[in-house]
């Protein structure tokens, strides 16, 4: 006892030689503090063991007392109800299902539980529609009136009242893409295997701008990728975005832009001797924004609306682009003219038997409708020896096109001129015969010097479903063919390349050649 009092003496001693009055009073209370909430730790443990009674536990500070509440004497502790959170592995998720001989809810589905499931879905989907048709009605759209919906009707398919394609309207193909982050991960599926033609092409038009975006866009992303050809899922819906909203904007003169959304319930145009229903043109709302953040905002919010397959998503960027160019100056770009006694324009973006149609392939290329391919205006007399006007492409196009119309007289017919040939981005939209498909290269300098031309690569994806691998063509130019050129059976695709690099072989690099 003695030297317990002699050891804190000396300590009381030591402290005072080295600490203030002032600084031993502060020691005390920390030393009185760190005692008090030992002793109330301790409460707090002995009440989780106490004598059985199931109190539900509460979390100390530390970690190996949380431990041990967890496993003290048998207990019930609430974390053990709580339901294991899923793995992001699917293996790991299957043999937590059948780990202790549980089935997955899914394999006890009915076909009648089935269709019900489906039901909920489409439900979840169209109230999801309603929520954001409100967001837009309260932005300042306006429901269709029937003099527009006529007025659409007859600029796009020529007349109206007219017969109903499905086609076109609410069985087309959506926009959706193939597998994230794997091969032909950049492209939109076809899911349409007999296709009209014109879909197939407009399909592959959209393709172009997808491809623009991915490669070349310099506007910042908001997920980084590093191989633009495989794009994660972010990356794919951001540059379906984008591409909308660039087809829309662009049809505007980058100044004004009409966003076409039909609504899930309401219709806004009855029939009448004027108009007959499609199911989707009498039931649109009209967004009009003069601010292209705005435009691509509310495409984004509604996305999913274009990705419906199938569903109306073509039809309804056809709608958007017209509006926004204007429908009279659609009119005056094909130079289309109204025929009083069948009700009808002469030509029209689109026709019923589904041919290809380039008047509807500029407007999303370049933002113009011209049905011709050549380099600036020509004029030729009418029967009453007047001057028409027939213009064609005024500007370098950012995106190609080449042709190959069967032979090579009528692919020269049309008369294809070097702004589409030569693009501002190494991409072109392929057109030949009915059949569509997108050439490109991921070199912006293969049109900027020659030199390049010489031997390069380019890329190739098709609209029909052959096609599961990507295809990359070894293109030379400067090459000498070993057989006449006449007498080798050259593939469709090789015929159209040569259309603008003159006597270039092809090697398809293992693959067999397909169009």
């Known amino acids: 006892m003695a030297t317990s009092s002699a050891r804190k003496k000396r300590k009381k001693n030591m402290l005072s030689?080295?600490?203030?009055?002032?600084?031993?009073?502060?020691?005390?209370?920390?030393?009185?503090?760190?005692?008090?909430?030992?002793?109330?730790?301790?409460?707090?443990?002995?009440?989780?063991?106490?004598?059985?009674?199931?109190?539900?536990?509460?979390?100390?500070t530390r970690r190996g007392d949380r431990k041990e509440s967890r496993v003290g004497n048998g207990g019930c502790n609430i974390l053990d109800k709580i339901p294991p959170v899923l793995s992001a592995k699917r293996s790991d998720r299957k043999e937590s299902r059948t780990l202790n001989g549980a089935t997955h809810i899914a394999d006890n589905i009915s076909p009648a539980d089935s269709?019900?499931?489906?039901?909920?879905?489409?439900?979840?989907?169209?109230?999801?529609?309603?929520?954001?048709?409100?967001?837009?009605?309260?932005?300042?759209?306006?429901?269709?009136?029937?003099?527009?919906?006529?007025?659409?009707?007859?600029?796009?398919?020529?007349?109206?009242?007219?017969?109903?394609?499905?086609?076109?309207?609410?069985?087309?193909?959506?926009?959706?893409?193939?597998?994230?982050?794997?091969?032909?991960?950049?492209?939109?599926?076809?899911?349409?295997?007999?296709?009209?033609?014109?879909?197939?092409?407009?399909?592959?038009?959209?393709?172009?701008?997808?491809?623009?975006?991915?490669?070349?866009?310099?506007?910042?992303?908001?997920?980084?990728?590093?191989?633009?050809?495989?794009?994660?899922?972010?990356?794919?819906?951001?540059?379906?975005?984008?591409?909308?909203?660039?087809?829309?904007?662009?049809?505007?003169?980058?100044?004004?832009?009409?966003?076409?959304?039909?609504?899930?319930?309401?219709?806004?145009?009855?029939?009448?001797?004027?108009?007959?229903?499609?199911?989707?043109?009498?039931?649109?709302?009209?967004?009009?924004?003069?601010?292209?953040?705005?435009?691509?905002?509310?495409?984004?919010?509604?996305?999913?609306?274009?990705?419906?397959?199938?569903?109306?998503?073509?039809?309804?960027?056809?709608?958007?682009?017209?509006?926004?160019?204007?429908?009279?100056?659609?009119?005056?770009?094909?130079?289309?003219?109204?025929?009083?006694?069948?009700?009808?324009?002469?030509?029209?973006?689109?026709?019923?038997?589904?041919?290809?149609?380039?008047?509807?392939?500029?407007?999303?290329?370049?933002?113009?409708a011209s049905p011709y391919l050549y380099n600036g205006t020509h004029y030729h007399e009418d029967k009453d020896n007047a001057m028409i006007a027939e213009p064609g492409i005024h500007l370098r196009s950012p995106i190609g096109l080449l042709i190959w119309m069967r032979n090579e007289e009528k692919t020269a017919s049309y008369k294809l001129g070097s702004r589409l040939k030569t693009p501002i981005y190494p991409i072109w939209l392929i057109v030949a015969s009915e059949q569509s498909g997108v050439l490109f290269s991921d070199d912006r300098d293969l049109l900027r010097d020659y030199r390049s031309e010489i031997r390069f690569q380019l890329h190739y994806y098709t609209s029909t479903q052959n096609q599961l691998t990507p295809a990359v063509l070894l293109i030379r130019t400067r090459m000498l063919l070993e057989v006449p050129e006449e007498e080798v059976s050259l593939p469709m695709l090789d015929k159209v390349i040569r259309t603008k690099w003159s006597g270039a072989r092809v090697t398809w690099n293992g693959l067999t050649p397909f169009f």
């Open 17 to 60: 030689k080295f600490c203030s009055p002032s600084h031993l009073i502060g020691l005390r209370i920390f030393l009185f503090i760190c005692q008090a909430n030992r002793s109330a730790r301790g409460e707090r443990k002995e009440s989780r063991i106490g004598n059985g009674d199931s109190v539900v536990p509460i979390l100390c």
């Open 115 to 368: 269709s019900r499931l489906m039901l909920g879905i489409r439900e979840r989907a169209a109230s999801r529609q309603i929520q954001h048709m409100a967001l837009v009605t309260a932005n300042g759209s306006k429901p269709i009136t029937e003099s527009i919906a006529v007025a659409l009707r007859r600029i796009v398919f020529g007349e109206c009242p007219a017969p109903i394609k499905t086609e076109y309207f609410m069985r087309g193909p959506g926009l959706v893409f193939r597998e994230a982050e794997r091969d032909l991960g950049y492209a939109l599926r076809v899911s349409h295997a007999a296709g009209l033609p014109i879909t197939n092409s407009l399909m592959m038009a959209i393709q172009t701008h997808i491809l623009r975006i991915l490669l070349f866009d310099v506007r910042p992303v908001r997920v980084y990728q590093p191989d633009p050809l495989k794009p994660s899922f972010s990356m794919q819906q951001e540059a379906l975005c984008t591409a909308i909203t660039d087809i829309i904007w662009k049809a505007g003169g980058s100044q004004y832009g009409v966003l076409c959304l039909p609504h899930p319930t309401h219709t806004h145009v009855e029939e009448s001797d004027l108009f007959n229903a499609d199911g989707v043109t009498e039931k649109l709302n009209l967004l009009e924004c003069h601010n292209r953040e705005e435009l691509q905002y509310f495409v984004r919010r509604n996305l999913f609306l274009f990705q419906q397959d199938p569903g109306p998503a073509l039809i309804l960027l056809i709608y958007s682009a017209v509006l926004s160019r204007r429908i009279e100056m659609i009119a005056e770009d094909m130079g289309a003219r109204w025929i009083s006694a069948t009700n009808s324009f002469h030509t029209s973006l689109v026709n019923y038997s589904g041919e290809i149609s380039f008047s509807v392939i500029n407007l999303f290329l370049g933002g113009r």
